[in-house]
């Protein structure tokens, strides 16, 4: 009798805790599909900007799902921003880059595949200064993520693409808002910046009113920063672990066994 009395209270309790109410959400901005706590509403553009330069932007999976990720907060800045999700560039992702329209890419040089400074795309001596682009690409992800897929699209790319960095200059610490401002998301050395940061540096160079657009997306970009770090914790820079020379270690480890 008591082991049915027993059953019967785990039935109720399971059927209580199956009937409770779902948590509840917090509510969503309709407009900038963020929390209404960091709704950055009355920061965005009346109207999306208009630009001569089209801007694909490739989203990795997991950065979409990130609360800092700066693309979604583009495609309402400028009205011709794109937003991809997935982990590479091919024919068939998107009809304006099957065109093979003349583009250019960001990502920072390496010793296998070389990058035109950002600021050499206008200068009358650089092989760019001729390959005049319609289309900005940019890859959002983490910077592992972001080589991965760099490395899977370039050979799509390669066939209507230049290679393009910021200036940048890896002894220098900072750079980016994030880092300078609030130190919420760690890049690894100076010029490392964010999405949203990257294409309104280089929209300052491809477009006539280069310089506004630019100032505009940061007004935008510091206000969504500063709203986000009053609910979050700053990120520490995480010190480098310096490698104890051999002899050194084998010297600590004899003093400890005797």
Known sequence: MEQEEDLFQVSISTTAASTAPPPRRRPICDNCSRPNPVCICHTLPAQPIPTTTQIIILHH????????????????????TTALVGRRLRRGNSPLLDQLPPAIYLFPSTHTS????????????????????SVLIVFDATWKHAKEMVSASEDYLGKFAKRVCLDFDENEIGGSIYDSDLILRKEPFGGCVSTMEAVARTLRVLEPNGPEIEARLIEVLREMVRLQASFLKPMKPR??????PKKKMAEEVECGSS
């Not at 999976?61 to 011709?80: D, G, I, M, R, Y």
């Open 114 to 133: 070389p990058a035109v400074n950002l600021s050499r795309l206008r200068d009358a001596d650089s092989p760019a200064s001729n390959h005049t682009p």
């Open 239 to 244: 010190p480098k672990l310096l490698k104890k």
């Open 61 to 80: 999976p997991h950065e979409a799902q990130h609360k800092l990720s700066t693309t979604p907060v583009l495609t309402k800045c400028l009205a011709n």
